[in-house]
């Protein structure tokens, strides 16, 4: 939570020394005859343990100053109720009157309960029965955070007071624990095991010593002494065997470690972790951990670098539990277990990437995923990188690169690994054939029309280097609207016209497209498809190879997916892309 103050308000019943609490906190000393509402009190951050201002609001009971009360109920950020402890009447106010009242007008407010006048029990100021007398209370007020007993009389816990206080804003115990079954909440075991499973780097279920120094580094800026690592490990093998053995920590061990430390007291700690790993004090992943900003100048692309491949690899290596190349169902579930879902689930992977004979995407199938993720929408990706713990900064594994187009003036090659094309074609002229090809699917001969995008992706080896070809579909119903619209065209750093040379109107439909729309500049390639059939006279008034030479372009490169005869032209579209 990135507050920098909080506002303390103190409720409660005329003459249980609210105010005596205030002025015993600014004076350090106690003033038997004070004002009935001290003044608001502001202490700077320099003086106080969490490094924030803080507000400290009194109030009074009475009931012409009803109005004020309500208004700093509603400004509060914590609110103290405040009881004496040799007064059960005022006690018992707080479940007849106070909280109830608290809630007609706040119901999202965190409490504390504060006991003043201990010093009334002379020497024996411990109340040993006070967890007794506030579990009722504590059932059925989950605001109340805890309880603690002061005196401001003799100023002892005056400071404490305001302490807890903070803690409950900054560090709210209601959000991760149940405190009437003594137990982290279900979102809360949810988060700390998707935390453990990140810093479990070898993907076995268990954290070595090697695996929990780092997560404390990553964490509090410091690791462990190894003295202390073994403290903690001999802690959770007598309290709770099952958290620890031979190798390490368990996944159990590690949640009993933190319903531990909220039982002492140090609930901060848990949220020290979960905030670090990107959750809001709702549990719920914070906007500027999983899309952080990025500045993307228009005519602009963005890809993944190396370390955003190095990055998915790895993750990829550890999920792949058998080690046989692929990632199976399974393992693919696992993999996503530990994000909001699958951001695959709406795109037939099957079908757009490279796979096994089953169905299991491959290494080379994964990669090429997410670059074809990041293409459509990097900020997926962005996500993604954070949900599987790339680290703090996850824009640093992009690339900003402006579009590479013939017609950029002063046009300059830029080292890119993505490239992008649009297939066009009429009806029947075989583009889905193709996309599927590249990622080297088996050609069926039934003919289903492209009725929504289509899109693959696969790695290509261009010398030496590995560059990323993404082939998209839009099917004919859609052709217009994306030829109409620069924007849309220069997302692609090729256009691919194909024609079925054995019928007889295919070639019309492309150049009838090309006549209609304004593409002059942009890099386009042109496919006879089914050259396993008999090539036919094109009805249009030029056939498509002197159509090519005439406006300056490589005569059609002849294709057959049916027999795999594709003169490498997957290749040659990326080398357009590479030098338009």
């Not at 075991?189 to 120094?213: H, N, P, Y």
């Not at 949220?271 to 990107?278: N, S, T």
């Not at 491949?309 to 190349?325: A, S, T, V």
Request: charged share 25%.
């Amino acid at each position: 939570m990135s507050k920098h103050d909080v506002r303390i308000l103190l409720v409660g019943d005329d003459k249980v020394g609210k105010s005596s609490i205030v002025t015993s906190l600014i004076k350090d000393t106690f003033i038997p005859n004070v004002q009935h509402v001290i003044p608001e009190v502001t202490i700077p951050p320099e003086v106080t343990p969490e490094n924030i201002v803080t507000y400290i609001v009194d109030s009074s009971a009475r009931p012409e100053n009803r109005e004020q009360l309500d208004s700093e109920i509603r400004k509060a950020d914590v609110i103290c109720v405040v009881y004496a402890v040799n007064s059960k009447e005022t006690f018992d106010r707080i479940s007849s009157f106070w909280l109830p009242y608290i809630r007609m007008i706040r119901n999202d407010i965190s409490v504390i309960l504060v006991g003043n006048k201990i010093d009334v029990r002379g020497e024996h100021t411990t109340n040993e029965n006070l967890k007794e007398e506030i579990t009722p209370l504590l059932k059925s007020f989950k605001e109340i955070e805890t309880c603690i007993e002061c005196s401001a009389k003799s100023n002892i816990n005056i400071s404490e007071v305001i302490y807890f206080a903070q803690k409950a804003i900054l560090y709210p115990t209601a959000p991760i624990y149940d405190s009437q079954i003594n137990a982290l909440k279900p979102a809360c075991v949810q988060a700390l095991s998707r935390i453990f499973k990140l810093c479990d780097l070898e993907g076995d279920g268990i954290l070595t010593d090697e695996e929990i120094m780092k997560f404390q580094k990553y964490c509090f800026s410091q690791p462990l002494s190894e003295e202390e690592l073994f403290l903690v490990k001999e802690i959770i093998k007598e309290n709770y065997p099952e958290g620890v053995n031979e190798r390490g920590l368990t996944q159990s061990g590690f949640l009993f470690l933190h319903n531990l430390f909220i039982c002492q007291g140090s609930v901060e700690t848990t949220w020290e972790v979960l905030r670090k790993y990107g959750y809001d004090d709702n549990l719920s992943f914070r906007e500027d951990f999983i899309h952080p900003r990025m500045e993307i100048p228009d005519e602009c692309t963005i890809e993944l670098k190396k370390e955003g491949y190095n990055f998915f690899r790895n993750l990829f290596n550890k999920y792949d539990k058998d080690k046989d190349g692929v990632l199976n169902p399974k393992e693919l579930n696992e993999l996503f277990s530990i994000t909001p879902g699958n951001p695959w689930i709406s795109m037939d992977t099957q079908q757009s990437v490279v796979t096994d004979k089953n169905g299991n995407i491959t290494l080379q199938g994964f990669l090429s995923q997410w670059s074809l993720i990041t293409w459509l929408d990097y900020k997926v990706t962005l996500a993604y990188l954070a949900y599987f713990g790339y680290g703090d900064d996850t824009t640093s594994v992009f690339e900003i690169i402006p579009m590479n187009k013939k017609h950029t003036k002063h046009h300059k090659k830029i080292k890119r690994k993505v490239y992008s094309c649009c297939v066009l074609g009429a009806t029947g002229s075989g583009k889905t054939a193709l996309l599927k090809g590249l990622v080297d699917k088996p050609f069926t001969e039934t003919y289903q029309t492209t009725t929504k995008r289509f899109c693959v992706a696969n790695s290509i080896m261009v010398g030496d280097e590995e560059k990323y070809l993404i082939m998209n579909e839009v099917g004919p119903k859609y052709d217009s609207d994306l030829l109409s619209s620069k924007k849309r065209l220069d997302t692609y750093d090729v256009l691919v016209f194909i024609y079925d040379s054995s019928d007889i109107h295919s070639f019309a439909y492309i150049a009838n497209l090309r006549k209609q729309y304004n593409l002059t500049g942009y890099p386009i390639v042109y496919i006879s498809t089914k050259n396993d059939c008999v090539a036919v006279e094109q009805r249009y008034e030029e056939q498509p190879d002197e159509y090519c030479r005439n406006i300056g372009l490589s005569i059609p490169i002849r294709t057959s997916v049916k027999t795999n005869t594709l003169s490498d032209v997957y290749h040659l579209i990326v080398g357009i892309g590479m030098n338009p």
